[in-house]
């Protein structure tokens, strides 16, 4: 099992990017997805998460600036992120719990990082 994230970069304060990661390989079902963020010094932060029933949990410092979404059919999920500020430099990655085989636990999975940096 593979995530594969990607549509980080650099951003001037304000603006917009949407990031992507798609799930692949051999797996049954997929439960929640979510992102994660990491900047310099700091510890591994929740940004959102969404449930398969599409339940959507967001940190509070991105609540209404940041919108997380999945389409099941592609085994993905997005995050669009705008508004951005100088404080949410950082690496995201994303995350999701996949069942590989029938009788088999969820298990957690991990995509690389994607850098996103806001600057002027």
């Known amino acids: 099992v593979q995530l594969q994230a990607s549509g980080g970069g650099l951003v001037q304060p304000g603006g917009s990017l949407r990031l992507s990661c798609v799930a692949s390989g051999s797996f049954v079902a997929i439960n929640s997805m979510g992102w994660y963020r990491q900047a310099p010094g700091k510890q591994r932060e929740l940004v959102a998460t969404?449930?398969?029933?599409?339940?959507?949990n967001y940190a509070d410092s991105v609540e209404g600036r940041f919108t997380i979404s999945r389409d099941s059919a592609k085994n993905a999920v997005y995050l669009q992120m705008g508004s951005l500020k100088l404080e949410d430099t950082a690496v995201y990655s994303c995350s999701a719990l996949i069942r590989r085989a029938w009788g088999r636990d969820f298990r957690d999975y991990w995509g690389q990082g994607t850098q996103v940096t806001v600057s002027s």
């Open positions: 969404v449930t398969a029933g599409g339940r959507k």
